[in-house]
C-alpha cells in the first residue's frame, strides 16, 4: 500500500490515510455509534452522511493524537462551500508543522 510505503516521508499524514481508509463498513446504528462517542447528536445525527460521520470520527481521533492541529481543522471549516466548477484555492492542501 502507497501509505505504508510513504510512513517515513510523510509519517502523519500517512497515519491518517491509514485510518481513514481502514474505517470497515459498520452496520451499526447511529445513536449507538454516537452514544458511545460519548457524543449526543438527537436532531443533527438524521442529517449526517456515512461519509460525514467517518470523517468526524477521524479528525476527532487525529486531533486527540495530535496528527492535526486545531488551528488546520478551523482553517479548512472555515472555508467556503466549492461547486464542481471551482478550482481549489493555491495552498489549500497545505498542513502546518507547528
Given at each position: 500500500m502507497w501509505w505504508v510505503e510513504q510512513c517515513k516521508s510523510f509519517p502523519n499524514l500517512s497515519q491518517m490515510a491509514?485510518?481513514?481508509l481502514t474505517i470497515p463498513a459498520m452496520s451499526i446504528d447511529v445513536e449507538r455509534l454516537f452514544s458511545h462517542g460519548c457524543l449526543l447528536l438527537s436532531h443533527v445525527h438524521?442529517?449526517?452522511?456515512?461519509?460525514?460521520t467517518c470523517a468526524l470520527l477521524c479528525l476527532g481521533l487525529w486531533s486527540e493524537l495530535d496528527l492535526i492541529q486545531n488551528d488546520n481543522m478551523h482553517n479548512v471549516t472555515t472555508l467556503p462551500d466549492l461547486t464542481e466548477d471551482d478550482e481549489m484555492v493555491d495552498g489549500w492542501d497545505k498542513i502546518s508543522s507547528t
Open positions: 491509514i485510518d481513514y438524521s442529517q449526517l452522511s456515512s461519509q460525514s
